[in-house]
Every structure is written in C-alpha cells, then in structure tokens.
T-cell receptor, first 113, second 115 residues
Framework: DGGITQSPKYLFRKEGQNVTLSCEQN?????MYWYRQDPGQGLRLIYY???????QKGDIAEGYSVSREKKESFPLTVTSAQKNPTAFYLC????????????FGDGTRLSIL | AQKITQTQPGMFVQEKEAVTLDCTYD???????LFWYKQPSSGEMIFLIY??????QNATEGRYSLNFQKARKSANLVISASQLGDSAMYFC????????????FGQGTRLTINP
C-alpha cells in the first residue's frame, strides 16, 4: 500500500537534546511538508520541500531543521533551540499539482521529559 | 496573506441529522483551492473534499458537499445523514500561492454526533 510512514509514534526529549522525526513516503510525490499541531489548534507549517535538495521555511521554522536528500524521505530535527517542542507533528506529501490534496502520515507525539 | 476562520469550536448533532460546518477565508489570490480534512481522535488527517476557486459547481463527495459562496468568501462543509463515526475534528484549509502548494489551516471544529 502506498502511503506516508512517520516514526516513532511517541518520542520523548530531554533538556538540551536534539531529536529527529522520520517521514518516509512511497507515493512518488515531489512535495513534502512538516506541520505542528498544538492541543485544540489547527496545523502550522514548519518546513516544506518541493524538490530534492531544496526546502523552504514555513511559518514557525525557528528551532527546527530538515533535509531532503531523497525524494522519499523528509526528516525533521527538533533542536534544543526549540524551547516548547511538546506537540503533535504531522508529515504530509503531495504530487505538487493544484487540485491534489496533501496526504498525511499518522503523526508523532513529542513530549519533554 | 491567506487566512481561514472557523467560528464554531464545537458542534453537537443528533445522529442522522445534517450538519453544516462553517468556514470563511481571506485571500488576495485570484486562483485558490479549499480543502476539508477530518481528524479522528487517533490523529491522522483524512481528506474529505476539494473546491477550486474557478469550479462552476459546488463539490460533492458521497455524504459530503461544499457550499461554496465565492462573493461571501465562505466554503461551508455539509454532512448529510450524520453517523456516529463522523465525530471528529474538522479542518478547513486553503492552498496558498499557486505553485507552492502550502496549506493554511483554520482552528478546527469539534463535531460530536449523539445517538
């Protein structure tokens, strides 16, 4: 089955630690995205990538970093500079054409120890 | 800048009734797209329906339809014959600048279907 796989499902971060969230897609989509969702809120865009080896900051990129070395993979690193990382993180992909929806993974819940 | 407003934090509806979830938007782009997603308590985002700004007819997908009023900048989701499984968060989203494919989301509406 084609889809988006996020891992791990739950992640705990210690103070001063960087953590990396994995996102892999086998939909052959060009574009990939990372969103953050806080309780009872909508999604906010962290980073997005429209093509391999290229990515752009979204609305809340501070304290996060990404890479796009392969079409299938778009990992997100939450750095120690992100002071309030506790949230639900969703990865998405899309073919890059207007009418096509973004497809989402099942998300990763990140908490502070 | 694009903005989505969902003014109903929560809605309670009896099973089998129709329900309308409100969404208003703001954009200066002449071409845009509007999406509705469902998020069950498990967290995944499920795409429901899409409306393009130049589409001549309102979009429909099974029990879902979109009441698109371009002049009023509203794109309300209508769910007919609601079911217990429709209980979830519902998000309205707008595709941003053409080519970037970024989505701007509203705050969401929590829909609860009562038996």
């Amino acid at each position: 089955d084609g889809g988006i796989t996020q891992s791990p499902k739950y992640l705990f971060r210690k103070e001063g630690q960087n953590v990396t969230l994995s996102c892999e897609q086998n939909l052959n989509h060009d574009a990939m995205y990372w969103y953050r969702q806080d309780p009872g809120q909508g999604l906010r865009l962290i980073y997005y990538s429209q093509i391999v080896n290229d990515f752009q900051k979204g609305d809340i990129a501070e304290g996060y970093s990404v890479s796009r070395e392969k079409k299938e993979s778009f990992p997100l690193t939450v750095t120690s500079a992100q002071k309030n990382p506790t949230a639900f993180y969703l990865c998405a992909s899309s073919p890059g054409t207007g009418r096509q929806p973004q497809h989402f993974g099942d998300g990763t819940r990140l908490s502070i120890l | 800048a694009q903005k989505i407003t969902q003014t109903q934090p929560g809605m309670f509806v009896q099973e089998k009734e129709a329900v309308t979830l409100d969404c208003t938007y703001d954009t200066s782009d002449p071409s845009y797209g509007l999406f509705w997603y469902k998020q069950p308590s498990s967290g995944e985002m499920i795409f429901l329906i899409y409306q393009g700004s130049y589409d001549q007819q309102n979009a429909t997908e099974g029990r879902y339809s979109l009441n698109f009023q371009k002049a009023r900048k509203s794109a309300n989701l209508v769910i007919s014959a609601s079911q217990l499984g429709d209980s979830a968060m519902y998000f309205c989203a707008m595709r941003g600048r053409f080519g970037a494919q970024k989505l701007v989301f509203g705050q969401g509406t929590r829909l609860t279907i009562n038996p």
